[in-house]
């Protein structure tokens, strides 16, 4: 079969595209998360595919051919326009379906969305609403993906995100704040109390959690007090609730999540206000065109004018 009719793979034109950019085999496969072996295979085919060499291996670094330098700029504009291609076939599915696709973050799943959502449907008629709930990292990827429409989480200003680097539009929804909280005493006063000096067993977000960077960030040299010793880490602020609940020590809680239970003394606070954590409670948007019924509530959350 020669090079007028053989099938051509995607993935030869994206690896071209990462050696001309890298000058190294080695490099671009390990950016391409393939095998240098498989890499160079993809590289010969798709010479073999142009009837051309494309690369000159003898140079160091290695550099493009005059056939590889004609090839490059039309194989961007290809993979690009595919790209743009996929991005318009979603919008045209989006559009055909009158749902919404939203990445919640656990905590937020449970105490605020529920809540928000019912605000939202006494201006909009929403129809299907598909909700992710995952951890912040996973929410993201969500986002950067185009897998959903919005994100809603938990930020602080000082800690951007990768959706602030890459500059997804943002709306603040409302104010929130990491609590410090445990289990009261038969007698109604916090069984630990960041207030008295003792050491306090700590239910601790994990080094990836999202509310454990915000808290880390906000606390700052607070957050290394030599009285905290974690007693369990995970996660999740939903799994902390649940352990504090159970008198298991101190957790920082978001207030929305915490509220309830504080509200019933199930839960008390156990430091002043200077061992809480402001946050806000934020919607991100893709770059892109959406459904109708996207762009309505990005509208009414951007403005504002979600009825209280």
Known sequence: MGPDNRPLDLEWLEDFVALADSGNFSRAAEARAIAQPAFSRHIRALEEWVGADLVDRGAHPATLTPAGRRLLPLVEDVLAR????????????????????????HALSLSFLPGWLARLEASLQLGAVEMMSEGTAACEELMLQRKVQFLLCHAHPALPG???????????????????????????????????????????????????????????????????????????????????????????????????????????????????????????????????????????????????
């Open 82 to 105: 595919l790209v743009a291609a996929r991005i318009k076939a979603r919008m045209a599915h989006d559009q055909s379906v009158a749902s919404l696709r939203i990445a919640v973050t």
């Open 162 to 308: 990768r959706l602030e680097e890459a500059a997804y539009p943002v709306v603040r929804l409302a104010d929130d704040a990491l609590v410090p909280v445990c289990a009261p005493t038969p007698s109604g006063i916090p069984r630990h109390d960041l207030r008295r000096d003792e050491p306090i067993p700590l239910l601790a977000y994990g080094e990836a959690s999202g509310l454990g960077r915000i808290l880390r960030a906000g606390l700052g040299a607070a957050a290394r007090d030599p009285r905290l010793h974690p007693v369990f880490t995970a996660p999740h602020a939903l799994l902390l609730e649940a352990l504090a609940l159970e008198g298991r020590g101190v957790a920082w809680l978001p207030r929305s999540l915490a509220a309830p239970a504080l509200a019933h003394g199930r839960l008390v606070e156990a430091g002043d206000a200077s061992w809480q954590v402001a946050t806000e409670i934020r919607l991100y948007r893709q770059h892109v065109d959406m459904a109708p019924a996207a762009e309505s509530l990005w509208q009414l959350a951007r403005l504002g004018d979600t009825p209280a």
